[in-house]
T-cell receptor
Framework: DAMVIQNPRYQVTQFGKPVTLSCSQTLNHNVMYWYQQKSSQAPKLLFHYYDKDFNNEADTPDNFQSRRPNTSFCFLDIRSPGLGDAAMYLC??????????????FGPGTRLLVL | AQKVTQAQTEISVVEKEDVTLDCVYETRDTTYYLFWYKQPPSGELVFLIRRNSFDEQNEISGRYSWNFQKSTSSFNFTITASQVVDSAVYFCALRGGSARQLTFGSGTQLTVLP
Protein backbone atom coordinates (compact mmCIF):
# COMPACT_ATOMS: atom_id res chain seq x y z
CA ASP A 1 0.00 0.00 0.00
CA ALA A 2 1.15 3.50 -0.78
CA MET A 3 2.05 5.30 2.38
CA VAL A 4 4.14 7.75 4.37
CA ILE A 5 6.80 6.08 6.51
CA GLN A 6 8.70 7.62 9.37
CA ASN A 7 11.73 6.20 11.11
CA PRO A 8 12.37 5.75 13.87
CA ARG A 9 9.03 5.82 15.67
CA TYR A 10 10.77 6.74 18.91
CA GLN A 11 14.04 8.61 19.21
CA VAL A 12 15.95 9.43 22.36
CA THR A 13 18.78 11.93 22.16
CA GLN A 14 20.89 13.92 24.53
CA PHE A 15 20.76 17.62 25.05
CA GLY A 16 22.83 19.25 22.32
CA LYS A 17 23.48 16.05 20.36
CA PRO A 18 22.44 16.32 16.70
CA VAL A 19 19.63 14.07 15.60
CA THR A 20 18.09 13.23 12.23
CA LEU A 21 14.56 12.04 11.63
CA SER A 22 13.59 10.48 8.33
CA CYS A 23 10.48 10.33 6.22
CA SER A 24 9.83 8.40 3.05
CA GLN A 25 6.80 8.11 0.83
CA THR A 26 5.57 5.81 -1.86
CA LEU A 27 2.77 8.13 -2.97
CA ASN A 28 4.98 10.00 -5.46
CA HIS A 29 3.71 13.27 -4.04
CA ASN A 30 5.63 16.41 -4.94
CA VAL A 31 5.18 18.23 -1.63
CA MET A 32 6.56 17.06 1.70
CA TYR A 33 6.02 18.74 5.07
CA TRP A 34 7.45 18.57 8.56
CA TYR A 35 5.25 19.41 11.52
CA GLN A 36 6.08 19.63 15.21
CA GLN A 37 3.39 18.66 17.69
CA LYS A 38 3.87 19.19 21.40
CA SER A 39 1.73 17.52 24.00
CA SER A 40 -1.95 18.51 23.85
CA GLN A 41 -1.31 20.99 21.05
CA ALA A 42 -2.13 21.15 17.37
CA PRO A 43 0.58 20.34 14.82
CA LYS A 44 2.74 23.29 13.85
CA LEU A 45 4.30 23.50 10.41
CA LEU A 46 8.08 23.86 10.45
CA PHE A 47 8.78 23.84 6.71
CA HIS A 48 7.91 22.12 3.47
CA TYR A 49 9.42 21.20 0.13
CA TYR A 50 7.55 21.90 -3.06
CA ASP A 51 9.50 19.60 -5.35
CA LYS A 52 13.06 20.75 -4.61
CA ASP A 53 12.10 24.20 -3.38
CA PHE A 54 12.50 24.62 0.36
CA ASN A 55 9.95 26.79 2.17
CA ASN A 56 10.70 27.70 5.75
CA GLU A 57 8.06 29.05 8.13
CA ALA A 58 9.02 32.43 9.54
CA ASP A 59 9.04 31.29 13.16
CA THR A 60 10.93 28.01 12.67
CA PRO A 61 14.15 28.15 14.72
CA ASP A 62 17.47 27.93 12.88
CA ASN A 63 18.18 24.82 14.92
CA PHE A 64 15.87 22.94 12.57
CA GLN A 65 17.03 22.08 9.07
CA SER A 66 15.71 19.83 6.34
CA ARG A 67 17.00 17.94 3.34
CA ARG A 68 15.17 16.34 0.45
CA PRO A 69 17.63 14.34 -1.65
CA ASN A 70 14.93 12.95 -3.93
CA THR A 71 11.16 12.79 -4.36
CA SER A 72 10.73 9.92 -1.93
CA PHE A 73 12.81 11.00 1.05
CA CYS A 74 12.90 13.97 3.35
CA PHE A 75 14.98 14.45 6.51
CA LEU A 76 14.60 16.66 9.55
CA ASP A 77 17.87 17.62 11.22
CA ILE A 78 17.92 19.13 14.68
CA ARG A 79 21.41 20.52 15.13
CA SER A 80 21.44 21.03 18.88
CA PRO A 81 18.31 19.65 20.51
CA GLY A 82 17.07 21.38 23.60
CA LEU A 83 14.63 20.09 26.18
CA GLY A 84 11.93 22.20 24.52
CA ASP A 85 12.33 20.28 21.28
CA ALA A 86 10.87 17.13 22.78
CA ALA A 87 7.75 16.53 20.72
CA MET A 88 6.08 14.40 18.10
CA TYR A 89 7.41 15.15 14.63
CA LEU A 90 4.98 14.46 11.82
CA CYS A 91 5.81 14.16 8.16
CA UNK A 92 3.09 14.74 5.59
CA UNK A 93 2.84 14.69 1.81
CA UNK A 94 0.48 16.06 -0.80
CA UNK A 95 0.25 16.34 -4.55
CA UNK A 96 -0.15 19.94 -5.60
CA UNK A 97 -0.75 20.82 -9.22
CA UNK A 98 -0.89 24.51 -9.92
CA UNK A 99 -3.75 26.04 -7.99
CA UNK A 100 -5.30 22.72 -7.13
CA UNK A 101 -4.13 21.28 -3.85
CA UNK A 102 -4.86 17.86 -2.61
CA UNK A 103 -5.13 16.44 0.86
CA UNK A 104 -2.11 16.14 3.13
CA UNK A 105 -1.46 12.58 4.24
CA PHE A 106 0.51 12.05 7.41
CA GLY A 107 2.99 9.47 8.56
CA PRO A 108 2.83 7.80 11.98
CA GLY A 109 5.21 10.33 13.51
CA THR A 110 8.45 10.15 15.46
CA ARG A 111 8.36 10.86 19.18
CA LEU A 112 11.54 12.65 20.19
CA LEU A 113 12.73 12.60 23.78
CA VAL A 114 15.61 14.86 24.80
CA LEU A 115 17.52 13.91 27.94
CA ALA B 1 -5.43 35.60 8.61
CA GLN B 2 -7.00 32.22 9.03
CA LYS B 3 -8.32 30.72 12.18
CA VAL B 4 -10.02 27.49 13.22
CA THR B 5 -11.85 27.25 16.51
CA GLN B 6 -12.79 24.01 18.19
CA ALA B 7 -14.46 25.23 21.34
CA GLN B 8 -14.91 21.77 22.82
CA THR B 9 -11.65 20.76 24.46
CA GLU B 10 -12.91 17.44 25.78
CA ILE B 11 -16.07 15.44 25.26
CA SER B 12 -17.01 12.26 27.05
CA VAL B 13 -19.90 10.05 25.94
CA VAL B 14 -21.13 6.57 26.63
CA GLU B 15 -20.91 4.02 23.86
CA LYS B 16 -23.78 4.13 21.33
CA GLU B 17 -24.48 7.80 22.00
CA ASP B 18 -24.33 10.27 19.13
CA VAL B 19 -21.78 13.05 19.43
CA THR B 20 -21.13 16.22 17.44
CA LEU B 21 -17.77 17.94 17.28
CA ASP B 22 -17.95 21.62 16.44
CA CYS B 23 -15.63 23.52 14.13
CA VAL B 24 -15.84 27.21 13.25
CA TYR B 25 -13.42 28.81 10.83
CA GLU B 26 -12.36 32.24 9.64
CA THR B 27 -10.79 33.04 6.30
CA ARG B 28 -10.76 35.83 3.75
CA ASP B 29 -10.10 33.45 0.90
CA THR B 30 -12.98 32.76 -1.45
CA THR B 31 -11.61 29.33 -2.23
CA TYR B 32 -10.58 27.17 0.68
CA TYR B 33 -10.56 23.60 1.88
CA LEU B 34 -11.70 22.14 5.16
CA PHE B 35 -10.52 18.88 6.68
CA TRP B 36 -11.10 16.62 9.63
CA TYR B 37 -8.32 14.42 10.97
CA LYS B 38 -8.42 11.80 13.71
CA GLN B 39 -5.42 11.29 16.00
CA PRO B 40 -5.63 8.11 18.08
CA PRO B 41 -3.24 7.55 21.00
CA SER B 42 -0.67 6.08 18.60
CA GLY B 43 -0.15 9.60 17.26
CA GLU B 44 -0.77 9.22 13.55
CA LEU B 45 -3.04 11.82 11.99
CA VAL B 46 -5.65 9.95 9.99
CA PHE B 47 -7.44 11.83 7.23
CA LEU B 48 -11.23 11.60 7.47
CA ILE B 49 -12.73 14.08 5.03
CA ARG B 50 -12.01 17.05 2.79
CA ARG B 51 -14.59 19.63 1.76
CA ASN B 52 -14.07 22.38 -0.81
CA SER B 53 -15.58 25.79 -0.17
CA PHE B 54 -17.68 25.66 -3.34
CA ASP B 55 -19.28 22.37 -2.35
CA GLU B 56 -21.72 22.71 0.54
CA GLN B 57 -23.19 19.27 0.15
CA ASN B 58 -23.22 17.39 3.40
CA GLU B 59 -21.66 13.97 3.49
CA ILE B 60 -22.28 10.73 5.26
CA SER B 61 -19.80 7.89 5.51
CA GLY B 62 -21.01 5.04 7.63
CA ARG B 63 -21.40 6.34 11.18
CA TYR B 64 -19.71 9.63 10.29
CA SER B 65 -21.43 12.67 8.87
CA TRP B 66 -20.34 16.22 8.22
CA ASN B 67 -22.42 19.40 8.10
CA PHE B 68 -20.80 22.25 6.18
CA GLN B 69 -22.53 25.63 6.40
CA LYS B 70 -20.82 28.62 4.81
CA SER B 71 -23.42 31.00 6.23
CA THR B 72 -22.18 30.27 9.75
CA SER B 73 -18.59 29.31 8.79
CA SER B 74 -19.00 25.96 10.43
CA PHE B 75 -17.97 22.44 9.52
CA ASN B 76 -19.31 20.13 12.20
CA PHE B 77 -18.65 16.42 12.52
CA THR B 78 -21.14 13.93 13.94
CA ILE B 79 -20.46 10.37 14.99
CA THR B 80 -23.57 8.25 15.26
CA ALA B 81 -23.69 5.32 17.66
CA SER B 82 -20.22 6.02 18.99
CA GLN B 83 -17.83 3.20 19.77
CA VAL B 84 -14.86 2.92 22.11
CA VAL B 85 -12.54 2.85 19.08
CA ASP B 86 -13.72 6.35 18.22
CA SER B 87 -11.81 7.66 21.24
CA ALA B 88 -9.18 10.01 19.88
CA VAL B 89 -8.31 13.66 19.38
CA TYR B 90 -10.12 15.12 16.39
CA PHE B 91 -8.67 18.08 14.54
CA CYS B 92 -10.48 20.38 12.17
CA ALA B 93 -8.18 22.14 9.70
CA LEU B 94 -8.38 24.82 7.03
CA ARG B 95 -6.29 25.44 3.97
CA GLY B 96 -7.00 28.72 2.20
CA GLY B 97 -6.44 29.83 -1.36
CA SER B 98 -3.00 29.03 -2.64
CA ALA B 99 -1.46 28.52 0.79
CA ARG B 100 -0.02 25.10 1.51
CA GLN B 101 -0.09 25.47 5.25
CA LEU B 102 -2.87 23.77 7.15
CA THR B 103 -4.33 25.86 9.94
CA PHE B 104 -5.41 23.47 12.66
CA GLY B 105 -7.91 23.95 15.42
CA SER B 106 -6.79 23.09 18.92
CA GLY B 107 -8.44 19.69 18.74
CA THR B 108 -11.23 17.96 20.64
CA GLN B 109 -10.41 14.97 22.83
CA LEU B 110 -13.28 12.51 22.48
CA THR B 111 -13.57 9.73 25.02
CA VAL B 112 -16.15 7.02 24.45
CA LEU B 113 -16.82 5.01 27.56
CA PRO B 114 -17.99 1.40 27.39
Amino acid sequence: DAMVIQNPRYQVTQFGKPVTLSCSQTLNHNVMYWYQQKSSQAPKLLFHYYDKDFNNEADTPDNFQSRRPNTSFCFLDIRSPGLGDAAMYLCATSRDQGSYQETQYFGPGTRLLVL
Amino acid sequence: AQKVTQAQTEISVVEKEDVTLDCVYETRDTTYYLFWYKQPPSGELVFLIRRNSFDEQNEISGRYSWNFQKSTSSFNFTITASQVVDSAVYFCALRGGSARQLTFGSGTQLTVLP
